[in-house]
């Protein structure tokens, strides 16, 4: 079966630090791979996704970056953190196609200082 | 433009006591519709995908209907444990989900 990991699961970092957050999934291969962040009492909001390795596609302009080095390796970073970059990190993978369902990570908690 | 709305925000039920969830939405060309729980926390846990209007789907307490403007989650009997948000999406093209705001479900014994 298909499992996905996510880590950290909370992180505390003060403005204009780094940030890598990574996601693993295990038990398929080619998978599409997304980030979506999800500010407090808020719907999820798509910032990246990935159909294939070295092919990443933003949704909304930002401070934040993605990579994928590998095909079940989905990297989220950022060279300086903003205030507004806090929130909920969930990393989300699906086999692609018309309908497929997305299933999703346990998720980051990130909170800048 | 893509629009999820989800009502009401908030809902607060007696252990149960019946109620629904509702999802509307405006998008061209439905590709799915998706309900999610979600406990705090955690990522989203996969409930139910619908795909065209008049379809209905359950598992357990839950049944999740679709029409042609909205989707419905009916929930039966809850029980304590059924406390969570309930998040729902469509697809658009590019497999991409447009979120709702979500309802936080509370149910009291």
């Known amino acids: 079966s298909q499992t996905i990991h996510q880590w950290p699961a909370t992180l505390v970092q003060p403005v204009g630090s780094p940030l890598s957050l990574e996601c693993t999934v295990e038990?398929?291969?080619?998978?599409?791979l997304y980030w979506y962040r999800q500010a407090a009492g808020r719907g999820l909001q798509l910032l990246f996704y990935s159909v294939g390795i070295g092919q990443i596609s933003s949704e909304v302009p930002q401070n934040l970056s993605a990579s994928r080095p590998q095909d079940r390796q989905f990297i989220l970073s950022s060279k300086k953190l903003l205030l507004s970059d806090s929130g909920f990190y969930l990393c989300?993978?699906?086999?692609?196609?018309?309908?497929?369902?997305?299933?999703f990570g346990p998720g980051t908690r990130l909170l800048v200082l | 433009e893509d629009q999820v709305t989800q009502s009401p925000e908030a809902l607060r039920l007696q252990e149960g006591e019946s109620s629904s969830l509702n999802c509307s939405y405006t998008v061209s060309g439905l590709r799915g519709l998706f309900w999610y729980r979600q406990d705090p926390g955690k990522g989203p846990e996969f409930l139910f995908t619908l795909y065209s209007a008049g379809e209905e789907k359950e598992k357990e307490r839950l049944k999740a209907t679709l029409t042609k403007k909205e989707s419905f989650l009916h929930i039966t009997a809850p029980k304590p444990e059924d406390s969570a948000t309930y998040l729902c999406a469509v697809e658009k093209y590019g497999n991409k989900l447009v979120f709702g705001a979500g309802t936080i479900l509370r149910v009291k014994s």
């Open positions: 989300a993978w699906s086999i692609g196609g018309i309908g497929e369902t997305q299933y």
């Open positions: 038990g398929t291969s080619n998978p599409n």
